[in-house]
T-cell receptor
Framework: DGGITQSPKYLFRKEGQNVTLSCEQN?????MYWYRQDPGQGLRLIYY???????QKGDIAEGYSVSREKKESFPLTVTSAQKNPTAFYLC??????????FGNGTRLTVT | AQTVTQSQPEMSVQEAETVTLSCTYD???????LFWYKQPPSRQMILVIR??????QNATENRFSVNFQKAAKSFSLKISDSQLGDTAMYFC???????????FGKGTRLHILP
C-alpha cells in the first residue's frame, strides 16, 4: 500500500540535543512538507520541497533543518536552536496541486 | 501573503443537525485551490473536500458540501445530517497554482452531541 510513514510516533529528548524526525513516502510524489501543530495554532509550515535537492523555508523555519537527497525521503532535524520544540509534527506529500497525503505524525517532547 | 482565517474556534451541534463551518482567505491570485481537512482524535489528517477556484459549481461529497464565494473570498463547509463520527478538528487550507505551498487556518473544533 502506498503511503507516508513517519517514525517514531513518540520521541523524547533532552534540551540541547538535536533530533531528527523521519518521513518516507512511496507515492512517487514530487512535493513534500513538514508542518508543526500546536494547540490553537493550526498547522504551520516549517519547510517544503518540490524536487530532490531543493527545499524552501516555510513560515517557522528557524531552528529547523531539512534535506531532500532522495525523492522518497524528507527528514526534519530539530536543532538545539529551536526555542520551543515540543509539538506534534506532521509530514505530508503531494503531486502538483493534488490534496496532501499526511503521515500519522510524530509527537516530540523535549525536557 | 496569503492567509486563511477560521473565525469559529469551537462549535457544538446535536447529532443529525446541519452545521456550517466558516473560512475566509486573502489572496490576490485568481487561480488557486481550497481544501477542508478533518482531524479526528486519532490526529490523522483526512481530506474532506476540495474546490478549484476556476469552477463556479460548489463541490459536494456525500453529506459534505461547500459554499464557495470567490468574490467574497469565502469557503464555508456544510455538514448535513451530522454524525458522532464527524467530531473532529476541521481545517481550511489554501494552495496557489504556481507553487505547492499549502496554508492552513487555525482550525475549528467540532463536537457532535448525542
Amino acid at each position: 500500500d502506498g503511503g507516508i510513514t513517519q517514525s517514531p510516533k513518540y520521541l523524547f529528548r533532552k534540551e540541547g540535543q538535536n533530533v531528527t524526525l523521519s518521513c518516507e513516502q512511496n507515492l512517487n510524489h514530487d512535493a513534500m512538507y513538514w508542518y508543526r501543530q500546536d494547540p490553537g495554532q493550526g498547522l504551520r509550515l516549517i519547510y517544503y520541497s518540490q524536487i530532490v535537492n531543493d527545499f524552501q523555508k516555510g513560515d517557522i523555519a528557524e531552528g529547523y533543518s531539512v534535506s531532500r537527497e532522495k525523492k522518497e525521503s524528507f527528514p526534519l532535524t530539530v536543532t538545539s536552536a529551536q526555542k520551543n520544540p515540543t509539538a506534534f509534527y506532521l509530514c505530508a506529500s503531494s503531486y502538483l496541486n493534488s490534496p496532501l497525503h499526511f503521515g500519522n505524525g510524530t509527537r516530540l517532547t523535549v525536557t | 501573503a496569503q492567509t486563511v482565517t477560521q473565525s469559529q474556534p469551537e462549535m457544538s451541534v446535536q447529532e443529525a443537525e446541519t452545521v456550517t463551518l466558516s473560512c475566509t482567505y486573502d489572496t490576490s491570485e485568481n487561480n488557486y485551490y481550497l481544501f477542508w481537512y478533518k482531524q479526528p482524535p486519532s490526529r490523522q489528517m483526512i481530506l474532506v473536500i476540495r474546490q478549484e477556484a476556476y469552477k463556479q459549481q460548489n463541490a459536494t461529497e456525500n453529506r459534505f458540501s461547500v459554499n464557495f464565494q470567490k468574490a467574497a473570498k469565502s469557503f464555508s463547509l456544510k455538514i448535513s445530517d451530522s454524525q458522532l463520527g464527524d467530531t473532529a478538528m476541521y481545517f481550511c487550507a489554501f494552495c496557489m497554482n504556481r507553487d505547492d505551498k499549502i496554508i492552513f487556518g487555525k482550525g475549528t473544533r467540532l463536537h457532535i452531541l448525542p
